[in-house]
């Protein structure tokens, strides 16, 4: 995707929307975001009580190693969908150069928001003192808190996933990730891992200012290429 102006107005746009998103998180002293993330943790959290026990084994099982894993694996089918919808020839060279691309978007803005945000703060289930644990309730392994649940860091590896669907995919596998991307971090919001603005704030606006700057701009397509090129010159020998 070339530098063209339509591909840097929307650069600006995403940018725009990223850093509109952190003023209203930081001004007027984020009061809009406080009174959301409260309301939306009491909602859920007011469900986790020992006499709902098929929806505390749910949610537990939801916010265990094994529903990571499996949350990895859903986009895994929707990478091989997306690779077998491709009409191209040499589709699954050019996959495995989007994919490997990917990743290492998805580690660089690991490193950078680890190393540069100084900011955090619990999850709700470590703030509110008379929340409800789930992990009081259920004997199954699971996570219902942090000691730093900012960015939501789960949700920014969905974004990440979504964002480069949304730039090589067919609409159908795009418009699934971005599903996915509510879908598969609703979980941590729901059980107190996470506040509702780690995620839709944090994760969201970190993906709008960082993503843009990778697929609206040749970056993210020429490395696939180079990538790609680069396979193609180990072919089988008889």
């Known amino acids: 995707m070339p530098l063209t102006s339509p591909n840097l107005k929307r650069i600006v746009a995403f940018n ?14 984020g009061v809009f975001w406080l009174d959301l993330d409260d309301k939306v943790f009491w909602t859920f959290n007011h469900w986790i009580t020992p006499d709902n026990g098929l929806w505390d084994d749910a949610l537990a099982l939801l916010n265990t190693r094994f529903f990571d894993a499996a949350s990895f694996g859903v986009m895994g089918v929707l990478f091989t969908i997306a690779m077998r919808r491709d009409a191209r020839p040499d589709r699954v060279r050019r996959w495995v150069g989007i994919g ?28 509110f003192a ?15 808190g942090a000691a730093n649940s900012f960015p939501g860091d789960h949700g920014l590896m969905l974004m990440i996933f979504a964002g480069y669907m949304l730039r090589f995919a067919d609409r159908r596998v795009a418009t699934w990730s971005v599903a996915f991307v509510v879908l598969l971090s609703a979980p941590r919001i729901m059980v107190g891992a ?22 609206c701009t040749p970056l993210a397509s020429r490395s ?9 010159r180990f072919k089988p020998t008889r």
């Open 16 to 29: 725009l929307t990223g850093l509109l998103l952190l003023l209203s998180w930081a001004w007027p002293h």
């Open 100 to 127: 490997m691309t990917m990743l290492v978007t998805a580690g660089v803005l690991a490193l950078v928001t680890d190393k540069a945000i100084t900011y955090g703060h619990p999850s709700p289930t470590r703030f």
């Open 130 to 144: 008379n929340a409800m644990h789930l992990t009081d309730i259920v004997s199954i392994p699971t996570k219902d």
């Open 194 to 215: 996470h506040w509702f603005s780690d995620v839709y704030m944090g994760a969201l606006s970190i993906a709008l200012l960082a993503l843009p700057w990778v697929l």
């Open 224 to 232: 696939a290429g180079a990538i790609q090129r680069g396979l193609s």
